[in-house]
Structure formats: C-alpha cells, structure tokens
Nanobody
C-alpha cells in the first residue's frame, strides 16, 4: 500500500508560481509512475502531468504545457509540480497519484484507467 501526501498549495496571484510536493511511503518509489491531476469546482478530475519511474519520460496536458514542470527525486521519495505563469483557470484541488503502469498510459488512460493510489489533495487558488 502506497501513501501519498501533498503539500505546497495555497493562494497566489495570476502570473505567480507555486511548487507542489508529494511525499510517498509504503512502496518502492522508483518503480511507480507518478502524476498530478486536478479537479476544479463543478468539473471532472483531469490529468495534469506524469513522470516515469526513472524520470526519463514526462507528459503534460495541453493546458499546462510550457508552464508546469513535473520532476521527481527518487532518493527522497518525492514528486514535484512546479507551476509558473499561473492563471485563474488553474484553480483546483491538485491530487498526486501513483501507478504501476506507464507514464504514457497515465497521460491517456484517465478516467477509464485510473492510477492505483491517490493523495488527499491540496488546494491551489489563483486570483485575478
């Protein structure tokens, strides 16, 4: 069983930056594809970014490409999401996720094939 705990959310003005962190425990971290999803009020949860176990492969939703960067530190069992040039439409609860599948699979499979583990979420609010 893998436990995921997100941190780093908060309130930021449009154009600002935030870095989310997700600390994992209970499994062999480097064997998991990690990802970030988000859910805005009244909307479905959506894929944001994913990274392969070694960190070699990354995939992004078109809406965040060029602004967000996913990375991982396997020595610290932590995955990060650096969010720059934030927009009000980025406001959402951000969820960390872990999967035994591939990064490409995580980027294309949701929601029909969801991750194996979810964090509890962290709120990100971008004011205009």
């Amino acid at each position: 069983q893998v436990q995921l705990v997100e941190s780093g959310g908060g309130l930021v003005q449009a154009g600002g930056s935030l870095r989310l962190s997700c600390a994992a425990s209970g499994g062999t971290f480097s064997s998991y594809t990690m990802g970030w999803f988000r859910q805005a009020p009244g909307k479905e949860r959506e894929f944001v970014a994913t990274i392969s176990g070694s960190g070699t492969f990354t995939y992004y939703a078109d809406s965040v490409k060029g602004r967000f960067t996913i990375s991982r530190d396997n020595a610290k069992n932590t995955v990060y999401l650096q969010m720059n040039s934030l927009k009000p439409e980025d406001t959402a609860v951000y969820y960390c996720a872990a999967s035994t599948g591939t990064a490409r699979g995580m980027s294309t499979g949701y929601p029909s094939k969801g991750p194996d583990y979810w964090g509890q979420g962290t709120q990100v609010t971008v004011s205009s």
